[in-house]
């Protein structure tokens, strides 16, 4: 990420259901999201937790002016995180992990950008 891009990082499902709850509304100018969160429990209710409870959280707390980047590798979950947000109204655009690299990243940056800035107006 380019140094003006302040991340925060969540390391299990359950704990970003806990900050999406929490931080509900329009606090991010973007999310990434992964599916494949059940190697990274933190307790023993999130090995049942994935990503596609964490879009289901984001669907129903986020505004869905932030615009999300779908990275999981896991070719069969990421079109339905894709549909459960898109169906919640977000704009999701999706890079595997592999082709991640800062030019493959810049358009969605840009438009988080954009987004964010339009939010604050």
Excluded at 35 to 41: E, G, K, V
Excluded at 97 to 110: D, K, R, T
Aim: zero cysteines; hydrophobic letters at 45%.
């Amino acid at each position: 990420m380019p140094e003006d891009v302040r991340v925060v990082h969540v390391g299990s499902a359950g704990v970003a259901i806990g900050t999406i709850i929490r931080d509900r509304g329009r606090v991010y100018a973007g999310v990434l999201l992964d599916h494949d969160l059940q190697q990274q429990t933190k307790v023993a209710a999130d090995r049942d937790r994935d990503g596609r409870d964490v879009a289901l959280a984001i669907a129903t707390h986020f505004d869905n002016e932030i615009p999300v980047l779908v990275h999981s590798m896991n070719p069969e979950q990421s079109p339905e995180l894709m549909r459960i947000l898109e169906v919640a109204g977000f704009d999701v655009t999706r890079i595997r992990m592999s082709m991640l690299s800062p030019e493959a990243i810049a358009p969605w940056l840009a438009e988080v950008r954009e987004s964010f800035e339009d939010s604050l107006e």
